[in-house]
């Protein structure tokens, strides 16, 4: 099969497994999802005609900007207008359930779409269809689990795809970029403030880059930056300072920290002990390996460590094939191994080929912000015993850009050693429909409109 037939046939795959997984998978089910129906109740109570950002009386997740809420939000308003009910609120859960799953997986598809132009256009090429990027972006699982549910990670995946295509064209225009160009790339930055507060740990390797910028460039680069950003301050800030004056912090959250201390976590959070690395090709589902963050990271990533494609903690007796499912995505956690090892070291060879480029240093120091940044708050916020707050979901945007980064450096082993590179797509395919499971509910048909 040629690459353009090959790249068709992932796409399809792709949209099979989103509308496989609007059919059977209910969003209730989600990590936390009483809470965030909760938010979607209160803040669209009074829609369109005003305004309500709940507080901690009315969900556990107030603390949460609002433009992943938006969605749902709005298929709330659909369902109370032409629905008769004498309790909308609880009646209408269903229907923008699945409104919010139909129209994120539209956006994941457009998030994909934009990448792809981007790298058209870092390549300076003909062709729209990656082969590399899409086998890879495929293969992460939880992409396809967050997906499913309701959340603003997905907008953080969208407007970042934005934001690298716009950041690689300015790069080549050495920032001298008009009033409008600003306006537009601060309004991409204010819509990822308002989707998750995770999103702001991709703004510091803004900052850093003007250590890296020429210093015929660097002024436009920094007018640019600033203007940008009050654009996105002015924009996104109104959220900010709500929590600010009801919470008295700008980050509030549903639980106090504890203050940062290496100490606050146990030595096996941060190296594994042999025990938990072997259940971790045996049987990687909770409760095994409780509070690890390397183990349940990569069984989150790769396969459902938590459960919630395949059972939940209110829905023990549901899901399909429980009795299989542990030796199953053991396997799939064996399989990404090599997977894993390889996009990982394309992080650091990258950097020889390309380590002048500012979009590709951007990439590289907004995933060590973001690592550090969630290692931060899992130290100063532990969650004992199970270490619930280690989901791969909240670093979604680390493990993108990684696969983004993996794809560029595939196309370069592609020119510089042929036969390894088709040695490793056909792994790759192998493992794509081993795995193809992973990214399915299995949970019985939750469409019943």
Same mark, same amino acid.
């Given at each position: 099969?040629?690459?353009?037939?090959?790249?068709?046939?992932?796409? @399809?795959?792709?949209?099979?497994?989103?509308?496989?997984?609007?059919?059977?998978?209910?969003?209730?089910?989600?990590?936390?999802?009483?809470?965030?129906?909760?938010?979607?109740?209160?803040?669209?109570?009074?829609? !369109?005609?005003?305004?309500?950002?709940?507080?901690?009386?009315?969900?556990?997740?107030?603390?949460?900007? !609002?433009?992943?809420?938006?969605?749902?939000?709005?298929?709330?308003?659909?369902?109370? =207008?032409?629905?008769?009910?004498?309790?909308?609120?609880?009646?209408?859960?269903?229907?923008?359930?699945?409104?919010?799953?139909?129209?994120?997986?539209?956006?994941?598809?457009?998030?994909?779409?934009?990448?792809?132009?981007?790298?058209?256009?870092?390549? +300076?090429?003909?062709?729209?269809? *990656?082969?590399?990027?899409?086998?890879?972006?495929?293969?992460?699982?939880?992409?396809?689990?967050?997906?499913?549910?309701?959340?603003?990670?997905?907008?953080?995946?969208? &407007?970042?795809?934005?934001?690298?295509?716009?950041?690689?064209? #300015?790069?080549?225009?050495?920032?001298?970029?008009?009033?409008?160009?600003?306006?537009?790339?601060?309004?991409?930055?204010?819509?990822?403030?308002?989707?998750?507060?995770?999103?702001?740990?991709?703004?510091?390797?803004?900052?850093?880059?003007?250590?890296?910028? +020429?210093?015929?460039?660097?002024?436009?680069?920094?007018?640019?930056?600033?203007? /940008?950003?009050?654009?996105?301050?002015?924009?996104?800030?109104?959220?900010?300072?709500?929590?600010?004056?009801?919470?008295?912090?700008?980050?509030?959250?549903?639980?106090?920290?504890?203050?940062?201390?290496?100490?606050?976590?146990?030595?096996?959070?941060?190296?594994?002990?042999?025990?938990?690395?072997?259940?971790?090709?045996?049987? !990687?589902?909770? !409760? *095994?390996?409780? *509070?690890?963050?390397?183990?349940?990271?990569?069984?989150?990533?790769?396969?459902?460590?938590?459960?919630?494609?395949?059972?939940?903690?209110?829905?023990?007796?549901?899901?399909?094939?429980?009795?299989?499912?542990?030796?199953?995505?053991?396997?799939? +956690?064996?399989?990404?191994?090599?997977?894993?090892?390889?996009? $990982?070291?394309?992080?650091?060879?990258?950097?020889?080929?390309?380590? =002048?480029? @500012?979009?590709?240093?951007?990439? =590289?120091? /907004?995933?060590?912000?973001?690592?550090?940044?969630?290692?931060?708050?899992?130290?100063?916020?532990?969650?004992?015993?199970?270490?619930?707050?280690?989901?791969?979901?909240?670093?979604?945007? $680390?493990?993108?850009?990684?696969?983004?980064?993996?794809?560029?450096?595939?196309?370069?082993?592609?020119?510089?050693? @042929?036969?390894? #590179?088709?040695?490793?797509? @056909?792994?790759?395919?192998?493992?794509?429909?081993?795995?193809?499971?992973?990214?399915?509910?299995? &949970?019985?048909?939750?469409?019943?409109?």
């Amino acid at each position: 099969m040629t690459s353009k037939a090959l790249s068709l046939f992932i796409l @399809i795959a792709i949209l099979f497994a989103l509308i496989f997984n609007i059919i059977y998978y209910d969003p209730f089910d989600g990590y936390d999802a009483e809470a965030h129906y909760n938010y979607v109740d209160s803040f669209s109570r009074y829609l !369109p005609r005003s305004i309500n950002i709940p507080d901690d009386s009315q969900t556990r997740e107030f603390f949460n900007p !609002p433009l992943g809420y938006l969605t749902p939000s709005v298929g709330q308003v659909i369902c109370r =207008n032409y629905t008769v009910s004498s309790d909308y609120l609880s009646e209408c859960r269903y229907f923008y359930g699945k409104f919010t799953q139909i129209i994120q997986s539209f956006i994941y598809l457009l998030t994909l779409c934009i990448n792809l132009l981007t790298l058209k256009k870092f390549y +300076n090429s003909k062709n729209f269809l *990656n082969l590399e990027y899409l086998i890879l972006v495929s293969l992460i699982a939880v992409n396809y689990r967050t997906i499913s549910m309701i959340r603003g990670e997905p907008y953080i995946l969208f &407007f970042l795809s934005i934001l690298f295509y716009k950041f690689s064209q #300015y790069t080549k225009k050495s920032f001298e970029v008009s009033s409008k160009e600003i306006i537009f790339f601060g309004t991409i930055i204010g819509m990822l403030a308002l989707s998750r507060q995770w999103a702001f740990l991709l703004f510091p390797a803004f900052f850093i880059l003007i250590i890296f910028i +020429n210093e015929k460039t660097r002024k436009n680069y920094s007018l640019f930056l600033l203007k /940008s950003f009050l654009v996105g301050f002015l924009l996104s800030s109104w959220f900010y300072f709500t929590l600010l004056f009801r919470y008295g912090s700008f980050t509030a959250f549903n639980k106090e920290s504890i203050g940062f201390s290496f100490f606050n976590q146990p030595l096996n959070f941060y190296i594994p002990n042999l025990n938990d690395l072997y259940l971790l090709f045996t049987n !990687p589902i909770r !409760p *095994n390996f409780s *509070n690890q963050f390397i183990s349940i990271l990569y069984a989150d990533t790769w396969g459902d460590y938590w459960g919630y494609f395949v059972f939940t903690s209110t829905k023990l007796d549901l899901g399909r094939n429980q009795d299989l499912i542990g030796s199953y995505l053991a396997r799939v +956690n064996l399989l990404n191994l090599p997977l894993t090892i390889f996009l $990982i070291s394309s992080i650091f060879l990258l950097k020889k080929t390309y380590k =002048n480029n @500012i979009f590709i240093k951007y990439i =590289n120091y /907004s995933i060590l912000f973001s690592l550090v940044g969630y290692l931060w708050f899992l130290i100063s916020y532990p969650d004992f015993p199970t270490g619930d707050t280690n989901k791969a979901t909240y670093i979604l945007q $680390i493990i993108n850009m990684i696969v983004f980064l993996g794809s560029i450096y595939l196309k370069e082993i592609k020119e510089k050693n @042929i036969l390894f #590179y088709r040695l490793f797509m @056909i792994y790759l395919f192998t493992i794509f429909i081993h795995n193809f499971d992973s990214f399915l509910s299995h &949970f019985p048909q939750s469409l019943n409109f």
